[in-house]
């Protein structure tokens, strides 16, 4: 499984945006998929997971509200619509799968990677 994210791009602060995870084959309907971030200069943060079966979701804890996780196995895409955005949100955002997982918000617990999407906030 190959994993494609998406939708990155230049947005002002209190914009919308909303990236995709997306394989080519063949599926990702048995993969929990995680949204992980990197600003300039700082450590990988977890921002959003969803399990395997879509059963069960989790955030950082500074984005709920904001941010939300959804899946579309008909479509094998996992998306993050990040809503009311800040310069702070400023990253590369990665996304992530694991077979059968549920929704653990470590890095290691993943073992699939796409290869990054681009987010700049202007202020």
């Known amino acids: 499984v190959q994993l494609q994210a998406s939708g990155g791009g230049l947005v002002q602060a209190g914009d919308s945006l909303k990236l995709s995870c997306a394989t080519s084959?063949?599926?990702?309907?048995?993969?929990?998929v995680a949204w992980f971030r990197q600003a300039p200069g700082k450590e990988r943060e977890f921002v959003a997971a969803i399990s395997w079966n879509g059963g069960s979701t989790a955030y950082a804890d500074s984005l709920k509200g904001r941010f939300t996780i959804s899946r579309d196995d008909a479509k094998n895409t996992v998306t993050l619509q990040m809503n009311s955005l800040k310069p702070e949100d400023t990253a590369v955002y990665y996304c992530?799968?694991?077979?059968?997982?549920?929704?653990?918000?470590?890095?290691?617990?993943?073992?699939?990677w796409g290869q990054g999407t681009l987010v700049t906030v202007s202020s």
């Open positions: 084959a063949p599926s990702l309907s048995t993969y929990a």
């Open positions: 992530a799968a694991d077979q059968w997982g549920g929704v653990p918000k470590y890095s290691r617990a993943y073992d699939l």
